[in-house]
Nanobody, 121 residues
Framework: QVQLVESGGGLVQAGGSLRLSCAAS????????MGWYRQAPGKQRELVAH???????NVADSVRGRFSIARDNAKNTVFLQMNSLKLEDTAVYYC???????????????WGQGTQVTVSS
């Protein structure tokens, strides 16, 4: 069984920074694309950023220049560095892996449990 576990969320003042981490565990051979999504109250879940196994990144327009994504393939971990945080960045942040290759098959569309990020004024 594979599992994604996020960490690093919390309460921060506007203009501050946070770094989220998401570690995948289990009998993992490799992971395709990993990403971060967020969902604010009353809104749909939206893509924040994703990174391919070859480290090609895509960052949403709303966070470009403030957020960056990186991964450590050896540790099956993806990071989201969030700088210059704004009130509107408040949301639950979810980690996603679109394909996880294991010794017994491929696991599609895995999600973490989410971590709360709250930006205060």
């Amino acid at each position: 069984q594979v599992q994604l576990v996020e960490s690093g969320g919390g309460l921060v003042q506007a203009g501050g920074s946070l770094r989220l981490s998401c570690a995948a565990s289990g009998p993992i051979a490799s992971i395709n694309t990993m990403g971060w999504y967020r969902q604010a109250p009353g809104k749909q879940r939206e893509l924040v950023a994703h990174i391919t196994s070859g480290s090609t990144t895509n960052v949403a327009d709303s966070v470009r220049g403030r957020f960056s994504i990186a991964r450590d393939n050896a540790k099956n971990t993806v990071f989201l560095q969030m700088n210059s945080l704004k009130l509107e960045d408040t949301a639950v942040y979810y980690c996603n892996a679109d394909r996880i290759y294991t010794g017994w098959g491929t696991v599609y569309d895995s999600w973490g449990q989410g971590t709360q990020v709250t930006v205060s004024s």
